[in-house]
């Protein structure tokens, strides 16, 4: 048997897999650009700065400062909202730590719903 006739099963799949054409692999497609986050529910109030809350709910019915600690109340005419603003750390700006929520016969109300509330009436300020 010829010396090429013996090595041919070997050399010629080798050779047509060399001349395959070579795979290539697609960019990953990229994302659409999201749009800007809106911010609901408690997200909206627990951690803001006064400036934040009265931007989102307009000026406070109430506004009372006791040593470092504010007490902001927002009223809509569905419900009351008192959020407590205490510093985080030493002169840092005072942020939401607490709210309370109530109807305005004084029952209570789910807080994110009330907030929710107070936000539609921004809205259609």
């Given at each position: 048997m010829n010396l090429s006739m013996r090595w041919a099963p070997v050399v010629v799949p080798l050779f047509l897999i060399s001349c395959a054409p070579t795979a290539t692999t697609q960019p990953a497609p990229r994302a659409a650009a999201a749009a800007p986050a809106v911010v609901t529910g408690l997200a909206a109030v627990m951690g803001q700065s006064a400036a934040t809350l009265q931007s989102r709910f307009g000026t406070p019915a109430l506004d009372v400062?006791?040593?470092s600690a504010r007490k902001l109340q927002f009223s809509g005419p569905v419900c009351v909202l008192d959020t407590y603003l205490y510093e985080s750390q030493q002169g840092r700006e005072a942020v939401v730590t607490y709210i309370d929520a109530r109807l305005l016969d004084g029952r209570d109300i789910d807080k994110a719903s009330c907030v929710?509330?107070?936000m539609a009436k921004g809205q259609t300020r």
């Open positions: 400062r006791e040593g929710a509330a107070l």
